[in-house]
């Protein structure tokens, strides 16, 4: 076998791999995949801030977050559907504020009222200056 050969092969081999050890599915970004759903108010390199409107029966697809809070404005009910198959009701009230560590998700308003609140998503910390580390 020549080396030609034996390049093509082993890089054959490599991708195959590669394509095993992928992922069978990414979940997307709430923005992209409920633009009905998610407006952005605000967002920098350190997080994003976005105001949520789900009317009776709105859903949204099978979405990521990075850790993050919600603070709720208008009361709601979200049906919250994950990965493995399992389901969450999540009953909201105004006021208050939930922190959730990273997770996929999809979600449909099942309650009787629109749901309104606003989530802060955080992005990777700041860098600490070399001079505030010592």
Known sequence: ?????????????????????????VAQD?????PHIYTVVFENERVRV?????????????????DHFVYVLDPGTLQLSYPDGTTKD?????????????????????????FR???VELKEPAAVPAEAAQ
Do not use: K
Request: charged share 10%.
């Open 30 to 34: 709430p923005v992209e995949v409920g």
């Open 117 to 119: 609140a606003v989530v």
């Open 90 to 114: 999540f009953a909201a009230t105004p006021g208050q504020v939930i922190w959730s560590e990273a997770e996929t998700h999809a979600a449909v308003n099942v309650g009787a009222t629109e």
């Open 1 to 25: 076998m020549n080396v030609v050969s034996q390049f093509a092969r082993g890089a054959l081999g490599v991708a195959m791999l590669s394509v095993a050890a992928a992922p069978v599915a």
């Open 50 to 66: 976005s105001e949520i409107h789900f009317n009776v029966g709105d859903s949204i697809p099978m979405h990521s977050h990075p």
